[in-house]
């Protein structure tokens, strides 16, 4: 079966052109995009191949609902140029078609944001929509130490932005921090996280690359997922769910690097950490820290975890602050460890 199609059309080729462009860079959904300036060219196309999705100038849609060829578009996102849409669903023939406005005039990565909750909201009509260019497998990467507020977070986004940026492979970050700052970090609001996450993929893994579109938080091409607010909902956090998880984001999305940062609370963590193809955990430089870096190590082999232990690259990181010298600690970590 062929990629779903997704069609633009508006009068105005300098806006068509520009969104098309923005689209096809930024919009991570398996839709083939074309562009027209021309109603009676869309209408010709959409005879021969069926459109998915339309996005259309509010101008061009009335001159559409006058003609019968309003039939062909099932689902049309009205691009509002009065600028006063703002996701308002037009319900007149539910069963014919499905039409809301969003505003033309706005962000572009916002009409992104419109697309993917229209594509969430009518999954029935979407089920062959998935991530580009997926690849073989994964790498697993983690970060984990047992000594506290030593920087743990900081440290696995670094990695997972430097790793975005030298490869410009795809990332995606899983937080299981509970009372994380993670949203102030990005300036985000804590709408949806990890346990989301694993709902839709545990319920209909086979869109999980919608409903990834639509939790995910993207900052210097890292995709960051948020973790749950509390140490009580990350302790019901299954590591059957999270292994599926990771699955789902590998297989079905394509990521080529998934990047956990893990604390002792999901259940099995050390099977989460398992996974792992490399596991980060930093040293701290004083007595009690060197003690509890001991009792980990204990614990690994007293639990049967000898292997993990063979996977843990241990390592001493300058103070972050000093911005010059902790990126060159990290980007040396990534040569060394060949990630």
Known sequence: MGRLKLAICDEDEIYCRRLNEYLHDNLKLNFDICSFTDLSLLTEYARQKTVSLLMIAESAFYELESSMDKALFKNVMVLDEENIGCGMLRDENPEDSRIEYISKFQPAMRIIDGIVDFCTAYPQDFGEIATRAVTGAGKIIGFYTPIGKCGQTHFAMSMAEELAKRTEKRVIFLSFESFSSLPQILGCEWNRDITDLMYYADCDGA??????????????????????????????????????????????????YVVIDLSEHPQRFLDIASLCHRLFSIIGSGENDD??????DEILEESGYEELKTRIVKCRLSDYRDKELYENNVKNLIDSEEL
């Open 207 to 256: 869109r999980i690359s919608l409903y990834t579109e639509k939790i995910k938080v993207t900052r210097n091409g890292v995709d960051y997922i948020l973790p749950a607010r509390t140490g009580a909902q990350m302790q019901d956090i299954e590591y059957e769910k999270v292994r599926s998880l990771i699955e789902c984001l590998i297989k079905e999305i394509g990521y080529e």
């Open 291 to 296: 003690f509890k870096m001991k009792i980990f």
